[in-house]
T-cell receptor, first 116, second 114 residues
């Protein structure tokens, strides 16, 4: 399967703990996105990488959140000192940049975080 | 500031009939509009898109209509099938400071009744 893969699929943690999610994009895609989805809402943009450069961060991404994409391949999203409000589905997506880009993103299956 | 809105949280349609899902937007800078379909415990999957310079795009049973003057788009599914039951998200593409991203609506849960 050559789609976007995310790990773990589900993480249950206690408030105050740190969690890290990993995303492996489609191999030829240079753009990688993190989105967050809560119940009854659409995905909300968190951050965006073009190759290894993080080009934009949403104001939703507090100081407790950090994302990296070393070497422009896989990406990690770390949440420090988790709070119950962080409970959500964290979605990773990738795309191939270019002048004919329609904006279509290819999403992974998501990592569901539950903070107790 | 919700730039993309889907005002109907749910829609129920008889199998074989037409399903019409609606979406409104506020930002005139959006260059593409997309529809995604999502099943439970899966990520969204791309369905169909339309450029902001077009007013219609058709792909099999799916047609998207864009009314720029009203800042409104709709997805028509005909005929509707039980496998179409899912949550549908409208999304709009925008480039801000060199970064292209999608802005999503809240979603509409479509249920196709046999």
């Amino acid at each position: 399967d050559t789609g976007v893969s995310q790990d773990p699929r589900h993480k249950i943690t206690k408030r105050g703990q740190n969690v890290t999610f990993r995303c492996d994009p489609i191999s030829e895609h240079n753009r990688l996105y993190w989105y967050r989805q809560t119940l009854g809402q659409g995905p909300e943009f968190l951050t965006y990488f073009q190759n290894e450069a993080q080009l934009e961060k949403s104001r939703l991404l507090s100081d407790r959140f950090s994302a990296e994409r070393p070497k422009g391949s896989f990406s990690t999203l770390e949440i420090q000192r988790t709070e119950q409000g962080d409970s959500a589905m964290y979605l990773c997506a990738s795309s191939r940049g270019g002048t004919l880009n329609t904006g279509e993103l290819f999403f992974g299956e998501g990592s569901r975080l539950t903070v107790l | 500031d919700q730039q993309v809105k889907q005002n109907s949280p749910s829609l129920s349609v008889q199998e074989g009939r037409i399903s019409i899902l609606n979406c409104d937007y506020t930002n005139s800078m959006f260059d593409y509009f997309l529809w995604y379909k999502k099943y439970p415990a899966e990520g969204p999957t791309f369905l169909i898109s339309i450029s902001s310079i077009k007013d219609k795009n058709e792909d099999g049973r799916f047609t998207v209509f864009l009314n720029k003057s009203a800042k409104h788009l709709s997805l028509h599914i005909v005929p509707s099938q039980p496998g179409d039951s899912a949550v549908y998200f409208c999304a709009a593409s925008v480039v801000i400071q060199g970064a292209q991203k999608l802005v999503f609506g809240q979603g509409t849960r479509l249920t196709i009744n046999p």
